[in-house]
Nanobody, 125 residues
Framework: QVQLVESGGGLVQAGGSLRLDCAGS????????IGWFRQAPGKEREGVSY????????YYADSVAGRFTVSRDNAKNTVYLQMNSLKPEDTAVYYC??????????????????WGQGTQVTVSS
């Protein structure tokens, strides 16, 4: 059974940092592209960051570029999203997802095959 489990969310003040973890079971994450998405109340799910299966390519939404960093620890079968200089507009439920089919990551949530349950990130002003 494939599972992606996010952790690391919480409440933080603006300017603070959080690290989100996406741990995989039943799936070797370094064989697949992994995406981080977020969804705020009343808004559509949006892509935040993506990392290729090899880890050699990373992508960021303009809204988080320079503040967020995606990385892998293959030994732990985990993908991380380090979030620095957080802003209130970063408040959302954050999800990780695995894409089993494409050569490079995509920003479309429809292309991802497995999703975690999400973790809440709240940034206070």
């Amino acid at each position: 059974q494939v599972q992606l489990v996010e952790s690391g969310g919480g409440l933080v003040q603006a300017g603070g940092s959080l690290r989100l973890d996406c741990a995989g079971s039943g799936l070797i994450l370094n064989k697949h592209n992994i995406g981080w998405f977020r969804q705020a109340p009343g808004k559509e799910r949006e892509g935040v960051s993506y990392i290729s299966a090899s880890g050699g390519s990373t992508y960021y939404a303009d809204s988080v570029a320079g503040r967020f960093t995606v990385s892998r620890d293959n030994a732990k079968n985990t993908v991380y999203l380090q979030m620095n200089s957080l802003k209130p507009e970063d408040t959302a439920v954050y999800y990780c997802a695995a894409d089993l089919n494409r050569a490079l990551p995509t920003s479309s949530p429809l292309e991802y095959d497995y999703w975690g349950q999400g973790t809440q990130v709240t940034v206070s002003s």
